[in-house]
């Protein structure tokens, strides 16, 4: 997107009345897609982000500056911080908020687990309050994830399928957030979207998930692991475009029904929804590696390892029927020609002055 940031004229608001939208996590590589077409179509934006150290703060930096330059500010802050996000909430009167901040990756949870409880259960809940106690109260929006699945091995996953088997702390508390949302939906009257993500990749990624260590890791020689999951069988992810999941939040923000309650007061039954955004075929981990081998010219050293029991699952499918019927959600971008798209921006984004790949 950064090339449609700079080459930007003025926005067209697509409806008459614009959204304010504050986005939590919005120097977060889902956030910031998100935030700059929010503010491409006209919408306010105020982002929020607390600049974390979980993955190379320089690359949130760089997001953060391409959005400045488009006119989306940042603040730096903490979702737990009720006082400045009630000063938020004073300066603009938001009509939505795109929860994404928080703690991510299943792996970290081994050394770091309070993180989770912090950012995905405290913070979630903090920012709760503030909505709740808001007026009017703003629709709400937020990052679910599809890891709630857990153990499940029934493919395609849907909406309805069980997840009371979370694999990691992570997915316990994602799933935990799913409760949270039912709670305030219940006694407050917040209209809430809980949105479950499908190993989203694409420009400006995270380090710590596998297309983009692994892509690092081929360009420097270094063998990758490549999981078996149990009885050899395949590890395969359904992973889906940056592109087609900002489209989902926009559709998501964009039917999101106001809430019902004023100022903690219950008024009538307010919207609750749940929607998986992933892309509907799997591509098996050793496809990836052949994928990104091509694109990048280089032959990968692969070792073939038993997964291990840290917080990973063997497979994620999606069924996307109910989000392509009540969001018009349509992803379109296969692996391939999303994965392309991401080694040109990762070759230019890490190339020095001379030319060199500088990791
Ligand atoms: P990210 O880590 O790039 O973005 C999250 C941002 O939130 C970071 O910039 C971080 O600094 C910020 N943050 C974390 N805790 C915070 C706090 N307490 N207060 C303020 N800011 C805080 O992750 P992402 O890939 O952009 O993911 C966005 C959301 O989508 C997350 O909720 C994640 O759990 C969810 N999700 C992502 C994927 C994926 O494949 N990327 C899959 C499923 C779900």
Same mark, same amino acid.
């Given at each position: ?33 998100? =935030? ?7 919408? #306010? ?6 600049? &974390? %150290?979980? *993955?190379?703060? /320089? ?108 694999? =990691? ?7 935990? #957030? ?6 305030? &939906? %219940?006694? *407050?009257?917040? /209209? ?168």
């Amino acid at each position: 997107w950064e090339k449609r940031v700079r080459s930007s004229s003025r926005p067209k608001p697509h409806r008459s009345k614009p959204l304010i939208v504050l986005v939590t996590g919005a120097a977060g590589f889902v956030g910031s897609h998100v =935030s700059a077409a929010l503010k491409r179509r006209g919408d #306010g934006v105020l982002g929020l982000d607390n600049f &974390n %150290h979980y *993955y190379d703060v /320089s690359l949130k930096r760089a997001r953060q500056s391409l959005l400045n330059s488009q006119g989306v500010f940042i603040v730096e802050g903490d979702i737990n911080d009720s006082s400045l996000l009630r000063k938020l909430f004073d300066v603009a009167a938001f009509t939505h908020i795109l929860h994404l901040a928080a703690q991510a990756g299943v792996r970290y949870a081994m050394e770091n687990p309070s993180s989770y409880i912090d950012s995905n259960v405290a913070g979630f809940v903090s920012l709760l309050e503030v909505c709740k106690s808001a007026n009017p109260q703003p629709a709400i929006v937020w990052a679910s994830s599809s890891s709630v699945y857990g153990l499940n091995t029934e493919v395609p996953f849907s909406e309805s399928d069980r997840t009371d088997r979370p694999a =990691s702390l992570y997915a316990a508390t994602k799933k935990a #957030g799913e409760e949270i949302a039912h709670t305030y &939906n %219940h006694i *407050y009257g917040l /209209s809430i979207t809980g949105l479950r993500f499908f190993t989203v990749y694409g420009p400006w990624g995270r380090p710590d998930m596998a297309y983009f260590f692994f892509t690092k890791d081929i360009l420097q020689g270094k063998t990758i692991p490549i999981f078996e999951g149990p009885n050899h069988g395949t590890v395969a992810r359904d992973f889906t475009y940056i592109d087609d999941i900002v489209k989902g939040c926009l559709g998501s923000l964009d039917t999101a029904e106001k809430s019902t309650g004023t100022g903690g007061k219950k008024r009538g039954p307010a919207q609750l929804r749940i929607f998986n955004l992933g892309n509907t075929s799997p591509v098996p981990v050793k496809d990836l590696v052949s994928i990104l081998e091509r694109l990048l010219k280089v032959k990968a050293k692969k070792t073939i390892i038993k997964m291990p029991r840290n917080g990973d699952v063997p497979f994620t499918h999606a069924n996307i029927s109910l989000a392509q019927r009540e969001l018009g959600y349509k992803p379109t971008t296969d692996l391939q020609t999303g994965l392309k798209k991401f080694v040109k921006w990762y070759l230019g984004y890490y190339k020095d002055v001379e030319g060199k790949l500088a990791f």
